[in-house]
């Protein structure tokens, strides 16, 4: 059973920088081994993929590849999401979410466990 917090989001100008984090409670099996991911939904649209991380490293979606960094601290059973030149298009609330099969996955569907959501809003 995993637990997922997420913070840092909030409202930016567009071109500026936020840190998502998404702290981890887990039981029974070490945060190490799970697969992280974040994914977005704006307002009317379907939740889609922004980025993932696991023991093989870390993975993208083309439309934020150069601005977003994954990354995780084990040690802390923290994952964030660097976000740097933010745009408009950007906005949505931000999710994350952790798979048991340690492998880099696209699909919300391979993820058992969601956090709540954090809410990043870029003005233009």
């Known amino acids: 059973q995993v637990q997922l917090v997420e913070s840092g989001g909030g409202l930016v100008q567009a071109g500026g920088s936020l840190r998502l984090s998404c702290a981890a409670s887990?039981?029974?099996?070490?945060?190490?081994?799970?697969?992280m991911g974040w994914f977005r939904q704006a307002p009317g649209k379907e939740r889609e993929f922004v980025a993932a991380?696991?023991?093989?490293?870390?993975s993208t979606t083309d439309s934020v590849k150069g601005r977003f960094t994954i990354s995780r601290d084990n040690a802390k059973n923290t994952v964030y999401l660097q976000m740097n030149s933010l745009k408009p298009e950007d906005t949505a609330a931000y999710y994350c979410?952790?798979?048991?099969?340690?492998?880099?996955?696209?699909?919300?569907?391979?993820?058992?466990?969601w956090g709540q959501g954090t809410q990043v809003t870029v003005s233009s």
């Open positions: 991380i696991s023991w093989s490293g870390g």
């Open positions: 979410a952790a798979a048991v099969d340690n492998f880099l996955f696209r699909s919300a569907e391979k993820y058992a466990y």
């Open positions: 887990a039981s029974g099996r070490p945060f190490s081994r799970y697969a």
